[in-house]
């Protein structure tokens, strides 16, 4: 069964600083993924998402992230987080079927 | 820009009571979710649906929930008899054409069972 880890729950950053949040999957295949953002009280906005092809994907907001088929991973990344980053970030993979799964999603938090 | 709209943004009601929530898909879109967060928790899939029928279901899913799309426009998530363990963020998406391209989710509906 098609799963996605997100293996850390909080990280803490400076604004500023670099950003990397983890994203692991299991699948017997390429799934598709997903990236999404989810700010207090609000929904899930997509940042980015894979499918095929280049696999460093651009996404809205300076959000980048990689997909690394040996590693069956799919890590976000910023270069300088801004204090409006602070949110939970969600990872999420569709498999053969049409349900999209999440990880248990990442806080981050922006520090001044 | 298009959304996915969802009424109401709360709702409470008492245990044992049937709640319906109610979605409205971006209009093109083939594809709907019905999706909780329960405070705290990761977003978890519920149920998928396609050409008026369900096409996937989680084991969270069971005989107490029910979906339908009783017009061209409305996706309704029905809780028959609502337990206070039901009391979640209920979010809705859909996307054009499944797999391959991205769900759009709504704003959610926030459930509160007393």
């Known amino acids: 069964a098609q799963s996605v880890t997100q293996p850390d729950i909080h990280i803490t950053v400076s604004e500023g600083a670099s950003l990397e949040l983890r994203c692991n999957y299991s699948y017997g295949a390429t799934p598709y993924l997903f990236w999404y953002v989810q700010s207090p009280g609000q929904g899930l906005q997509l940042l980015l998402k894979?499918?095929?092809?280049?696999?460093l994907v651009q996404g809205i907001k300076g959000f980048e992230a990689e997909f690394k088929r040996s590693q069956s991973s799919f890590n976000l990344r910023k270069p300088s987080v801004h204090w409006s980053d602070a949110a939970e970030y969600f990872c999420?993979?569709?498999?053969?079927?049409?349900?999209?799964?999440f990880g248990a999603g990442t806080r981050l938090t922006v520090k001044p | 820009e298009p959304e996915v709209t969802q009424t109401p943004s709360h709702q409470v009601t008492q245990m044992g009571q049937e709640v319906i929530l109610r979605c409205v898909p971006i209009?093109?879109?083939?594809?709907f979710y019905w999706y909780r967060q329960i405070l705290g928790q990761k977003v978890e899939f519920l149920v998928s649906f396609y050409n008026n029928e369900i096409s996937e279901k989680s084991e969270i899913f069971d005989d107490q929930f029910s979906v339908e799309r009783p017009d061209g426009s409305n996706f309704t998530l029905k809780i028959r008899s609502t337990k206070l363990e039901d009391s979640a963020m209920y979010f809705c998406?859909?996307?054009?054409?499944?797999?391959?391209?991205?769900?759009?989710f709504g704003q959610g509906t926030r459930l509160t069972v007393v």
């Open positions: 894979y499918f095929s092809g280049d696999t």
């Open positions: 209009s093109n879109h083939l594809y």
């Open positions: 999420a993979v569709v498999g053969n079927n049409n349900d999209m799964r």
């Open positions: 998406a859909s996307s054009e054409f499944g797999r391959n391209t991205e769900a759009f």
